[in-house]
Nanobody, 123 residues
């Protein structure tokens, strides 16, 4: 399985970005997909997840109301829409895949990772 993240960039506070992750290899519509982020000097943290098998979506508290995760099974892509960005959202964002069927938020529960795309929010 390979994941390719894209869409990062530099944006002013209050702006928006859309991240995309393309999956290839042996993936399934039943897989759970997620976005994590890692700011300089900090641990990687969960941002948002989207499940197969009717799980829906789940978000970190800081992402609720500002970020939206979605997926297109036909294209094998899943996106993260980032709105109302703040300087503290500056981080490398990673997409990830899990074959587990619960809405996990720990990075250890995800087996496949993309290379990361950098989001920088200026004040």
């Amino acid at each position: 399985v390979q994941l390719q993240a894209s869409g990062g960039g530099l944006v002013q506070a209050g702006g928006s970005l859309r991240l995309s992750c393309a999956a290839s290899g042996r993936t399934s519509d039943k897989d759970n997909m997620a976005w994590f982020r890692q700011a300089p000097g900090k641990e990687r943290e969960f941002v948002a997840g989207i499940g197969g098998s009717g799980l829906g979506t789940w978000y970190a508290e800081f992402a609720n109301g500002r970020f939206t995760i979605s997926k297109d099974n036909a294209k094998r892509t899943f996106d993260l829409q980032l709105n109302s960005l703040k300087p503290e959202d500056t981080a490398v964002h990673y997409c990830a895949r899990s074959q587990n069927k619960l809405p996990y938020t720990r990075s250890a529960d995800y087996s496949d990772w993309g290379q990361g795309t950098e989001v920088t929010v200026s004040s």
